[in-house]
């Protein structure tokens, strides 16, 4: 750890400064995150029994996509609700809601990442006790969101085949903290020349524990294994 | 840019603190960052420059204590400081990936010096 300074009662008199100045050292000891990871955890309590999820990635690498087919597949078991940041625009909601989930916009402005307060206002606009699962898609970006906690169960980090495969060494933080790691896109991954073992190898590398899906969010291929997953992760958060 | 966010975070938390010990001016911040923070040290500082304006600790110094990343092998019970930039922690002595990573995470408001 960092080093070790002198402990909170050590008082110096300070020289050359106005008389009386009473210069001295206050330990904190406490993250910049304090104040965010508080107001996550009290969205954790409003989330209660459903099973939220923290989707980041690139810009593009389709976050949107992936959610219309999730939340359509499992709308006969599942009704899922959607919460997506970005910079600009509520396109991604409109094209959510037409996918039939009921979705909010968080628009950020020039803000790269979702904190646990734009959530829990955003939250607000949705019914929570008609929902199971609750999708928070965070702003395209896969450096600024890794150090927020916005109240979620699971926090799951998504490539698609055109980013290359050395994407996890490159931006490990936000892969290392993934729960699942979602490689999307492999319908073209031929096209574009992917190289499936070296993109394995980067996420088990980085993230040795994570589950790994590689699915089609375009064509359907791959989904099942993925809302299996989801379905057994909410049933273990229900006990 | 989130180091923006981050300086605001920084600066409520060291207002407060020094309000609650009596203090009118906050001459120094000290903050711990870990390796996989994901902290770019001039976006701090750049950051800092502005968002200290106005504020008690508008004449600060920023001194900044970077961690390394220390992960664990649960296999072998070593503790090691990962050697790469990458985020990859392979055990020194069975060469296995390790997801435990004990150290390099942090973003910490170590101490204050304050008057």
Redesign the interface.
């Known amino acids: 750890?960092?080093?070790k300074?002198a402990t909170?009662d050590v008082r110096v008199r300070?020289h050359g400064?106005s008389a009386g100045?009473?210069?001295?050292?206050?330990?904190?000891?406490?993250?910049?995150?304090?104040?965010?990871d508080g107001v996550a955890a009290e969205n954790r309590v409003r989330f209660a029994r459903r099973l939220v999820l923290n989707i980041v990635s690139s810009p593009g690498s389709g976050k949107t996509a992936l959610m219309e087919r999730t939340v359509r597949e499992l709308a006969a078991d599942l009704a899922v609700g959607v919460v997506v940041g970005d910079l600009e625009t509520d396109n991604d909601a409109v094209r959510l809601h037409g996918a039939g989930a009921p979705s909010v916009q968080i628009v950020t402005g020039a803000?790269?990442?979702l904190?646990a307060e734009m959530v829990a206002r955003a939250v607000d606009g949705l019914d929570l006790d008609d929902l199971d699962v609750v999708v928070i898609e965070n702003v395209g970006n896969l450096?600024?969101?890794?150090?927020w906690d916005l109240g979620e169960d699971l926090r799951v980090t998504m490539l698609s085949v055109t980013e290359g495969e050395d994407k996890?060494?490159?931006y490990?933080?936000?892969?290392?903290d993934a729960d699942a790691v979602i490689i999307n896109k492999i319908d073209i991954a031929e096209a574009v020349g992917f190289d499936r073992d070296r993109a394995l190898e980067s996420v088990?590398?980085?993230?040795?524990?994570?589950k790994v899906f590689e699915l089609s969010a375009r064509t359907g291929e791959g989904m099942a294994p993925w809302l299996e997953w989801l379905r057994e992760r909410r049933a273990a958060k229900l006990g | 840019?989130?180091e923006f966010?981050?300086v605001m975070?920084?600066l409520?938390?060291?207002e407060k603190?020094?309000r609650d010990?009596g203090?009118t001016r906050i001459?120094a911040i000290?903050?711990?960052i870990g390796a996989?923070?994901?902290v770019v040290p001039e976006a701090l500082d750049f950051a800092f420059s502005g968002a200290r304006l106005g504020t008690m600790a508008e004449n600060a110094r920023l001194e900044v204590?970077y961690?390394p990343a220390i992960a664990h092998c649960g296999r072998c019970d070593v503790t090691f400081e990962l050697d790469n930039r990458?985020?990859?922690a392979?055990c020194p002595t069975c060469g296995?990936?390790?997801?435990d990573?004990r150290?390099g995470?942090?973003?910490?408001?170590?101490?204050?010096?304050?008057?």
């Not at chain 2, 296995?96 to 997801?99: F, G, H, I, L, V």
């Not at chain 2, 995470?105 to 008057?115: F, I, K, T, W």
């Open positions: 750890m960092g080093t300074v909170r300070a400064t100045t009473d210069m001295r050292v206050v330990q904190v000891q406490k993250s910049l995150m304090t104040h965010n803000v790269c990442h904190e450096v600024c969101p890794a150090a996890p060494l490159k490990p933080r936000i892969f290392k088990r590398q980085v993230t040795p524990n994570a | 840019m989130h966010s981050l975070s920084m409520d938390l060291a603190t020094a010990d203090a001459d000290h903050l711990e996989l923070a994901g204590d961690l990458y985020g990859v392979l296995t990936p390790s997801a990573l150290q995470r942090e973003l910490q408001l170590s101490h204050l010096e304050v008057a």
